[in-house]
């Protein structure tokens, strides 16, 4: 499958190189792909052969599957948004959102975006025929490829089919099982289980942990 990852940061090239290492092609979207730490990841990805940057807007085009990977900060997010969905190059794709609206200020933590609202929706709401599912947002990039150890992936979105797609990548991601939150409404509660997950990392200075969700009656 061609990936289509928007966003060259750290999440989006830890993402890549898994996405990468289960046999798919992946095209990272950047704001400039000729630039030094783009042409560096290119010759370092694990299959160099598979792999290639374009604009946001290109890479949004060619995908099958689109990954959201872009800052925390909203209006960046929505600006890389606006930028790959001219055209329609997103509607009727599969997108997974892996955002959190998180602002750290060590020791704080704060979510900027938050209550009845949340990163998942406004993705949702900007891209009405796009089929956006929540994921990647409760756990530390350290582990979103064959985690360590028994952690549960979270998801929530609109649509059944991209659910399903999405539970099969986390399957082979090495994730031995996917939680289904419900619709996208549910990012609200999966981004501040993701801003959780940061709060620990500071107060126990450790990034060895992630969620399981545990029958008592086991």
């Given at each position: 499958m061609k990936i289509g990852i928007l966003g060259s940061g750290n999440v989006g090239q830890?993402?890549?190189?898994?996405?990468?290492?289960?046999?798919?092609?992946?095209?990272?979207?950047?704001?400039d792909p000729t630039s030094a730490k783009i042409v560096q990841w290119l010759k370092s990805a694990p299959h160099p052969d598979r792999s290639s940057a374009a604009s946001y807007a290109d890479t949004a085009?060619?995908?099958?599957?689109?990954?959201?990977a872009s800052p925390s900060d909203w209006a960046a997010?929505?600006?890389?948004?606006?930028?790959?969905?001219?055209?329609?190059?997103?509607?009727?794709?599969v997108l997974i959102d892996t955002v959190n609206a998180?602002?750290?200020?060590y020791p704080k933590v704060e979510l900027v975006i938050a209550g009845n609202d949340s990163v998942g929706e406004r993705v949702q709401s900007l891209l009405p025929?796009?089929?956006?599912?929540?994921?990647?947002?409760?756990?530390?990039?350290?582990h979103f490829?064959?985690?360590k150890g028994?952690?549960?992936?979270f998801i929530c979105g609109n649509d059944a089919a991209a659910k399903v797609t999405a539970t099969e990548i986390a399957l082979a991601f090495g994730?031995?099982?996917?939680i289904d939150t419900g619709d996208i409404q549910s990012s609200r509660f999966l981004e501040s289980l993701g801003a959780l997950w940061v709060v620990h990392a500071l107060r126990g200075q450790t990034r060895r942990h992630a969620w399981k969700l545990i029958d008592l009656d086991e």
């Amino acid at each position: 499958m061609k990936i289509g990852i928007l966003g060259s940061g750290n999440v989006g090239q830890t993402l890549a190189s898994g996405f990468l290492s289960e046999g798919h092609t992946v095209v990272l979207g950047t704001r400039d792909p000729t630039s030094a730490k783009i042409v560096q990841w290119l010759k370092s990805a694990p299959h160099p052969d598979r792999s290639s940057a374009a604009s946001y807007a290109d890479t949004a085009a060619g995908a099958e599957l689109v990954v959201l990977a872009s800052p925390s900060d909203w209006a960046a997010t929505e600006e890389v948004i606006r930028a790959a969905s001219g055209g329609g190059a997103l509607d009727g794709k599969v997108l997974i959102d892996t955002v959190n609206a998180t602002v750290v200020e060590y020791p704080k933590v704060e979510l900027v975006i938050a209550g009845n609202d949340s990163v998942g929706e406004r993705v949702q709401s900007l891209l009405p025929n796009t089929h956006v599912v929540k994921m990647f947002n409760t756990i530390g990039l350290d582990h979103f490829y064959k985690p360590k150890g028994p952690a549960d992936m979270f998801i929530c979105g609109n649509d059944a089919a991209a659910k399903v797609t999405a539970t099969e990548i986390a399957l082979a991601f090495g994730y031995p099982r996917v939680i289904d939150t419900g619709d996208i409404q549910s990012s609200r509660f999966l981004e501040s289980l993701g801003a959780l997950w940061v709060v620990h990392a500071l107060r126990g200075q450790t990034r060895r942990h992630a969620w399981k969700l545990i029958d008592l009656d086991e």
